[in-house]
């Protein structure tokens, strides 16, 4: 249990860690992110607009031979190119010495349409590597105001979406190598802020595991006592009811031993081969007392031989806490089912009663140490809500599962599956 809520608060430390860097470092890339763009857009509109006043000049000079600059910008450089077209004739560049590069953004230039002063993305593979670029366009006008050519400028954008994912993978790495160290370090707080927790809590286990197990003697010997009262017919109806309080302190000191055993890892089952039918007609055999008090007729549907490999001990008591519950929840005059069955592979015991039933919200907690449906209610009954819980723990020390289906006013059925 103590485990259970280190772990939990150890996976909740790393998730808030993790979460915390994952914001910082997403906000640290936004905010670097903006202030690249800004700069590399804004660096691209003065060009564009230096670009377009000198190609207006020199048109106007009449300068209209084909004047190509070539530079042998690499794709690591933020270079930055410039294409002026008369109509689809270019007259002027300043482009990369990859022609074939050239040729693919003058194609895509003359192709597409742009709107002026836009910033478009841009990406062309040449020779197998992908150039990314930012591209903005203005128009080229003469002395009519006519539309005669346009001006392109673009920047090599490659290796700031390079430089992107190389942030992105840095901080995956990074972030997982902090993740890993936050999680050494919740374990070390968890396991500080558990470490009282768990003295004080094996100081109460101890205490309830050596009260129960003090207790059970003194019990045995009242019991004893109270049953040679009995024999001897003095005052029955007392003797009765003080049989019946020393039996149910029988039962909940059983409970808490083996709860407290249960949380000091204790209860490992031994397991040994029995036959289940004839042990279920026994603890049948001992209920019948209290059967015939509550006018129950109890049917068990099983084979005469039911041979499984479980722990004796720990199935007798589920049994005993399952018929005790049918009993305790089920009016007079009603009856219990109980079946056993051998399928492939698993056994399936099947406990059903006509009794008060539970309802949905309750199923889903029931399994749960001291919850008691409708408390009053339970309370009459004499449960303290431990004993679903023990048996939640017995079937699962065995690999099994314990469901409930249940209508309330109409009865339970408990199943327990264990695997063969
Ligand atoms: P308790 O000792 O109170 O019976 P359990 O852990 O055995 O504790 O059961 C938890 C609660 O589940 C009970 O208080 C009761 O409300 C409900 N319950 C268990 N078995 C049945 C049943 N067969 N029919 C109706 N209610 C049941």
Same mark, same amino acid.
């Given at each position: ?18 979460? +915390?860097?994952?914001? %910082? ?52 450089? +933020? ?30 230039? *003359? ?20 150039? /990314?670029?930012?591209? +903005?366009?203005?128009?080229? /006008? ?24 190389? /942030?992105?993978?840095?901080? *995956? ?7 890993? *160290? ?59 009811? +003080? ?15 083996? *709860? ?29 007392? %209290? ?28 049994? #005993? ?7 305790? #929840? ?85 199943? %327990?599956?264990?695997?063969?």
């Amino acid at each position: 249990m103590i485990e259970n809520i280190k772990k939990k608060l150890v996976h909740k430390y790393t998730a808030v860690i993790t979460a +915390m860097l994952l914001i %910082v470092f997403s906000g640290c890339y936004y905010m670097y992110r903006q202030i690249i763009t800004k700069s590399i857009n804004d660096t691209l509109n003065d060009y564009l607009q230096e670009e377009v006043w000198e190609a207006q000049a020199s048109l106007k000079m009449n300068q209209n031979e084909l004047h190509i600059r070539q530079n042998d910008a690499d794709i690591n450089a +933020m270079n930055h190119f410039t294409f002026w077209f008369l109509g689809d004739k270019l007259i002027s560049s300043e482009e990369s010495i990859n022609q074939d590069l050239s040729q693919k953004l003058q194609q895509r230039m *003359l192709s597409k349409h742009y709107r002026e002063n836009t910033i478009y993305y841009e990406n062309v593979k040449s020779n197998k590597v992908k150039w /990314y670029f930012k591209m +903005m366009m203005k128009n080229l /006008y003469n002395t009519d105001g006519r539309i005669i050519g346009k001006v392109f400028v673009l920047a090599n954008n490659t290796p700031m979406k390079r430089s992107s994912k190389q /942030y992105i993978i840095f901080t *995956l790495i990074i972030i997982s190598a902090l993740t890993g *160290l936050a999680w050494l370090v919740g374990s070390y707080l968890a396991g500080r802020a558990v470490k009282q927790i768990n003295i004080i809590f094996d100081k109460q286990k101890r205490f309830v595991s050596d009260a129960s197990h003090e207790l059970r003697t003194p019990l045995s010997v009242l019991l004893a006592y109270v049953e040679l009262l009995e024999k001897q017919k003095i005052a029955p109806d007392i003797t009765t009811e +003080m049989k019946n309080e020393i039996l149910g302190m029988s039962k909940l000191t059983s409970n808490l031993l083996e *709860l407290a055993r249960s949380d000091n890892n204790r209860l490992h089952p031994e397991y040994q081969e029995f036959n289940l039918t004839a042990q279920t007609r026994k603890i049948i055999g001992n209920f019948q007392p %209290v059967f015939e008090q509550k006018k129950l007729s109890v049917i068990l549907d099983a084979p005469d031989e039911l041979f499984i490999n479980a722990d004796g001990n720990l199935i007798k008591q589920l049994l #005993y806490i399952l018929i005790d519950n049918a009993v305790k #929840y089920t009016p007079e005059n009603k009856k219990i089912h109980i079946s056993l069955q051998q399928q492939k592979n698993k056994n399936i015991i099947l406990i059903r009663d006509e009794g008060i039933g539970i309802s949905e919200t309750d199923q889903k907690h029931i399994f749960e140490r001291f919850y008691r449906a409708e408390k009053s209610r339970s309370r009459n009954a004499g449960g303290l809500g431990l004993g679903l819980s023990l048996a939640d723990i017995i079937v699962k020390e065995h690999k099994g599962l314990i469901e409930v289906k249940s209508t309330p006013e109409q009865g339970s059925c408990f199943t %327990v599956t264990l695997p063969r």
